[in-house]
């Protein structure tokens, strides 16, 4: 059975920092590529970005461009999201997703979702 | 990158079918065949309904079907029943090598 178990979230003040981890079991975590989609309180689901399965290609939305860095230790079955210079509009529920296939390749969709880790961004 | 259209919300009696439609561009929705449906019920996470267009997962119920026509993907849910009273969010690739949702839509059961 696929798991994915997110943690690291909690309250960091503007501009502070954090690193969320996502903790993989019940399937060869180095055949898939990951990705990480947050949720803002009462919003939709926006996609922040992704890392292949080796690790060697990253992806990322626009507004997170040199703030977060995405990665994975493939010997660990473990996905991160290095979050740095936080903004009020980054509070959501983060998620690690699983990719059904490569990032650039089908099949395209996410098929396994973690809970989620709430990350609030406040003074 | 811009959301890929939905409308906020659609209803039908239960039985009855109802569409949810996910409109893109060239780039994203019309480009490619990776249009992928997710049902969010409140407080929990979302649930692959409908991937690249039209492949329904193993588990997830026929009623559900998916279809795409230019930059226009559709959702359709036949035999509409309570439990699929839930918030919907279409996906896709992009030619920017992204990955963008929809404005997602919330489906009331009359």
């Known amino acids: 059975e696929v798991q994915l178990l997110e943690s690291g979230g909690g309250w960091v003040q503007p501009g502070g920092s954090l690193r969320l981890s996502c903790a993989a079991s019940?399937?060869?975590?180095?055949?898939?590529?990951m990705s990480w989609v947050r949720q803002a309180p009462g919003k939709g689901l926006e996609w922040v970005s992704a890392?292949?399965?080796?690790?060697?290609?990253?992806y990322y939305t626009d507004s997170v461009k040199g703030r977060f860095s995405i990665s994975r230790d493939n010997s660990k079955n473990t996905l991160y999201l290095q979050m740095s210079s936080l903004r009020a509009e980054d509070t959501a529920i983060f998620y690690c997703?699983?990719?059904?296939?490569?990032?650039?390749?089908?099949?395209?969709?996410?098929?396994?979702w973690g809970l989620g880790t709430l990350v609030t961004v406040s003074s | 990158q811009s959301a890929l259209t939905q409308p906020a919300s659609v209803s039908g009696s239960p039985g009855q079918s109802i569409t949810i439609s996910c409109t893109g561009t060239?780039?994203?929705?019309?480009?490619?065949?990776?249009v992928s449906w997710y049902q969010q019920h409140p407080g929990r996470a979302p649930k692959l309904m409908i991937s690249?267009?039209?492949n329904r997962p193993s588990g997830v119920s026929n009623r559900f079907s998916g279809s795409k026509s230019d930059n226009t993907a559709s959702l359709t849910i036949s035999g509409l029943q309570a439990e699929d009273e839930a918030d919907y969010y279409c996906?896709?690739?992009?030619?920017?090598?992204?990955?963008?949702f929809g404005t997602g839509t919330k489906v009331t059961v009359l």
């Open positions: 996906s896709s690739y992009t030619s920017t090598n992204t990955r963008v």
């Open positions: 890392i292949s399965g080796s690790g060697a290609n990253t």
């Open positions: 019940g399937f060869t975590f180095s055949s898939y590529a």
């Open positions: 060239s780039s994203d929705v019309g480009g490619y065949n990776s």
């Open positions: 997703a699983k990719m059904a296939g490569g990032f650039r390749s089908g099949p395209y969709s996410f098929d396994y």
């Open positions: 690249d267009v039209s």
